[in-house]
C-alpha cells in the first residue's frame, strides 16, 4: 500500500537555525512522484518541489533543499537559516499508479524570532 | 484574479441549510479536484474533474454534491450536512488529472463551521 509518513509532528526552533523535516513513503510501484507543500497560516497550500522516482539529485533552491534517497524511501526537506516567515505546516505527498495524491499527516513548523 | 480562488472564505450554516462553494481557477488547466482537511488528520481527496468530466469520487455522503459547468469553475453543494463535515474545503487544479505528475495548485480554502 501507499503510505507517506511525517513522524515529525511538530518542530520548534528559534530564527537563523538550520531544520530538517523528514518524509518516509512506502510504495510499490517503480514510477512515481514525490512533492513537498507548505502551508501557511492562511490556509492555501503552495507548492514547493516535484521530484521524480528516477531523479536523485538534491535539489536546491535558495534556502531550501531536498534529499531525496531511494535506497532509504526518504525525501527530507531542510531550510537552512530558518526565518520566521517559514513557519508553517509542510506536508510531503507521494503520487500512486492512479495519479493521486498520498499525503503525509504533516508537520507543524514553528520559527521563533 | 490570478491562481485559483474560492468564495467564500468562510461559512457557518445550520444541518438543514444548503449552501455551495465555489472555486475559479486562472491558470488553464483541465483538472480540478476538491479536497477536505480535518484537523489532525491528513487531506482527503473528495473529487476530481477532468475536462468537466467527474473522474474520481471518493466515497464522499450524498450530502456533498460537485458540479464543474467548464474547465475554471468547479462548485460543491452542501445540504443537510452533519457538526462533523466542519473543516477547511480547498479546491486544486492541475494541468490534467494526472495530479500526481503534475503539481496541484491550490486556493485558500473555505473555512466550514457546521452549526
Known amino acids: 500500500a501507499q503510505k507517506v509518513t511525517q513522524a515529525q509532528t511538530e518542530i520548534s526552533v528559534v530564527e537563523k537555525e538550520d531544520v530538517t523535516l523528514d518524509c518516509v513513503y512506502e510504495?510499490?510501484?517503480?514510477?512515481?512522484?514525490l512533492f513537498w507543500y507548505k502551508q501557511p497560516p492562511s490556509g492555501e497550500l503552495v507548492f514547493l518541489i516535484r521530484?521524480?522516482?528516477?531523479d536523485e539529485q538534491n535539489e536546491i533552491s535558495g534556502r531550501y533543499s531536498w534529499n531525496f534517497q531511494k535506497s532509504t524511501s526518504s525525501f527530507n526537506f531542510t531550510i537552512t537559516a530558518s526565518q520566521v516567515v517559514d513557519s508553517a505546516v509542510y506536508f510531503c505527498?507521494?503520487?500512486?499508479?492512479?495519479?493521486?495524491?498520498?499525503w503525509g499527516a504533516g508537520t507543524k513548523l514553528i520559527i521563533k524570532p | 484574479e490570478t491562481g485559483v480562488t474560492q468564495t467564500p472564505r468562510h461559512l457557518v450554516m445550520g444541518m438543514t441549510n444548503k449552501k455551495s462553494l465555489k472555486c475559479e481557477q486562472h491558470?488553464?488547466?483541465?483538472?480540478m479536484y476538491w479536497y477536505k482537511q480535518s484537523a489532525k488528520k491528513p487531506l482527503e481527496l473528495m473529487f476530481v474533474y477532468s475536462l468537466e468530466e467527474r473522474v474520481e469520487n471518493n466515497s464522499v455522503p450524498s450530502r456533498f454534491s460537485p458540479e464543474c459547468p467548464n474547465s475554471s469553475h468547479l462548485f460543491l453543494h452542501l445540504h443537510t450536512l452533519q457538526p462533523e463535515d466542519s473543516a477547511l474545503y480547498l479546491c486544486a487544479s492541475s494541468q490534467d488529472r494526472r495530479g500526481g505528475t503534475y503539481e496541484q495548485y491550490f486556493g485558500p480554502g473555505t473555512r466550514l463551521t457546521v452549526t
Open positions: 505527498a507521494l503520487s500512486d499508479s492512479n495519479y493521486q495524491l498520498i
Open positions: 510504495t510499490r510501484d517503480t514510477t512515481y512522484y
Open positions: 491558470l488553464g488547466h483541465n483538472a
Open positions: 521530484r521524480n522516482s528516477f
